[in-house]
């Protein structure tokens, strides 16, 4: 497979073509903050954290990491006083909705961001789509899906569906950065199983 070089934060770093920013950094030890990337999934680019600059024929650009593909050339920085900021800003959105979040909190306190500049609206959710895709990418199952659309979007898991494979699976948990997804899941198991029901 053919590679490329490029500077990451001035640092010479090689990666296989077919690798994104975040991969390349990641592989060089570089930290680029993220919630919705899961080294088995596809890139999501939802969370938006990894944003970076990148500089490439003379222009400049911000885009998000995860999804932006290396070039021979390219020139990545990862903490910029632009960078710095678009990422506060967006951890303190989050935070509006998953406010008690221990890696929200941990990316609020590196960023100096303020946790109540946005009206809490606590869904306890950051959409970042990992148990949806876990579920479908990784198990095949599709037990867990986004319901509604905008502002009112939402995961939830399909009840009957939830209670033939969910209970011996619950591999999604642990990829969700809130404990939201335990909860919309036993949700959903009371609703398959008001009378208390092993799944």
Not at 44 to 51: E, P
Not at 97 to 103: I, T
């Amino acid at each position: 497979m053919s590679e490329v070089t490029l500077t990451i934060n001035d640092r010479e770093v090689t990666a296989e073509a077919a690798m994104s920013v975040l991969e390349a950094a990641r592989q060089a030890g570089i930290p680029i903050p993220t919630l919705c990337h899961h080294d088995r999934l596809e890139a999501y680019g939802g969370c938006r954290l990894c944003i970076v600059e990148v500089e490439s024929r003379g222009k400049i650009n911000h885009v998000v990491s995860c999804t932006y593909p290396v070039e021979q050339g390219l020139a990545v920085r990862t903490r910029t006083e632009t960078v710095d900021r678009i990422r506060r800003v967006l951890v303190e959105e989050l935070m509006a909705h998953a406010p008690d979040s221990p890696e929200l909190k941990a990316l609020a306190e590196e960023y100096g961001a303020d946790r109540n500049r946005f009206g809490k609206e606590p869904i306890f959710c950051v959409m970042c789509g990992l148990c949806v895709r876990y579920c479908a990418e990784i198990k095949g199952e599709h037990a867990v899906g986004f319901i509604e659309n905008g502002p009112r979007r939402e995961i939830s898991f399909i009840p009957e569906r939830a209670a033939e494979v969910c209970w011996d699976c619950q591999e999604c948990f642990t990829v969700c950065p809130t404990s939201y997804a335990q909860a919309a899941y036993l949700l959903a198991k009371g609703l398959a199983f008001p009378d208390g029901g092993r799944s």
